[in-house]
């Protein structure tokens, strides 16, 4: 059938391309061809065609990186009863596919003249609630006007960006805004923050003395992960690939900081706010506190104005 309309139009009607196909073996009259035609179509095309609408604007609005198995729960979350094959079937239809994660450039600089503090995490991300561990690093952008550098601070329990910073120099005031944006927002809300670790790899500027003195006046506990060993700060750098794969790589080439500023604050609007996490439930970092607060009545938050 489809063949026939393709080429309908170009070899002059239904009528010739039917028996040229009898001719070579292939036998349809056309009387068949105008029947199914008119046939209406069946429940399972209706509904297939509903589906792509919706996984394709759930594929649009999601930076264009989620595979079939965020958009499967994505549409179960808007009240759509759909199996995750048959999302699969109908993403390949419609060519579309998520992003893929490709390798990390490490960033981190030791200074061996700088003193270390202790491993107080020892790879262990899982936090009995938010503001316990926070884990931070930065990362690079190439731009048209040169690197800009991204720092973030994460928090372990929720997975939610609680800070960033960018700028085009690397040092240690980088790092020290995102952990400043993140104690901004937490004490906004009134929440507690005591015995919140901040956990980082062993780069410059996470053992300057300036972030150190910093830590001490807030009463945060510095902890600092083996030299050159990813895994002591994984959580961090998975979450650094995310941004490089979700964004970065997806809505460049970037320009100036500013650029990469703009689009870095919307992603993580969306990180936060929208994104589903695997590891928290298959929701978003915001929802996941809101919803550990509600089991807490008595550390539940009030938002300041």
């Known amino acids: 059938m489809s063949f026939i309309d393709e080429?309908?139009?170009?070899?002059?009607g239904v009528e010739p391309i039917c028996r040229t196909l009898t001719a070579h073996g292939c036998s349809i009259d056309p009387s068949t061809y105008y029947h199914f035609k008119k046939r209406l179509p069946s429940a399972r095309a209706v509904r297939d065609a509903e589906l792509k609408q919706l996984i394709t604007a759930v594929h649009e609005e999601n930076y264009g990186v989620y595979g079939a198995r965020k958009i499967w729960r994505?549409?179960?979350r808007r009240g759509q009863a759909v199996a995750r094959c048959t999302v699969e079937r109908l993403m390949r239809e419609l060519e579309l596919s998520g992003a893929v994660r490709g390798k990390k450039v490490r960033t981190t600089v030791p200074d061996p003249a700088h003193e270390r503090a202790p491993d107080l995490v020892k790879r262990n991300f899982v936090a009995s609630a938010p503001n316990?561990?926070?884990?931070?690093?930065?990362t690079y952008v190439a731009a048209?006007?040169?690197t800009v550098y991204v720092a973030f601070a994460l928090d372990t329990f929720s997975r939610r960006i609680v800070g960033w910073s960018a700028a085009t120099s690397r040092a240690t005031p980088l790092v020290l805004g995102a952990l400043e944006m993140g104690l901004w927002q937490r004490d906004r809300d009134g929440a507690d923050r005591a015995g919140l670790i901040h956990h980082s790899d062993a780069g410059s500027q996470y053992t300057s003395f300036r972030l150190a003195?910093?830590?001490?006046t807030e009463q945060i506990a510095a902890s600092i992960g083996t030299v050159g060993d990813a895994l002591d700060n994984a959580l961090m750098e998975s979450t650094i690939g995310l941004y490089k794969t979700e964004l970065i790589k997806r809505r460049g080439p970037w320009r100036t900081l500013t650029d990469v500023e703009l689009a870095t604050a919307e992603w993580i609007d969306w990180y936060?706010?929208?994104?589903?996490?695997g590891e928290i439930g298959h929701v978003p970092p915001v929802e996941y506190e809101a919803n550990f607060y509600l089991t807490q009545p008595n550390r539940q938050l009030e938002p300041q104005p």
């Open 7 to 12: 080429y309908r139009d170009r070899f002059g």
């Open 74 to 76: 994505e549409l179960h």
């Open 132 to 138: 316990r561990v926070w884990v931070a690093d930065f």
């Open 144 to 146: 048209f006007s040169g």
């Open 213 to 216: 003195a910093h830590l001490a």
């Open 272 to 277: 936060n706010n929208r994104r589903l996490h």
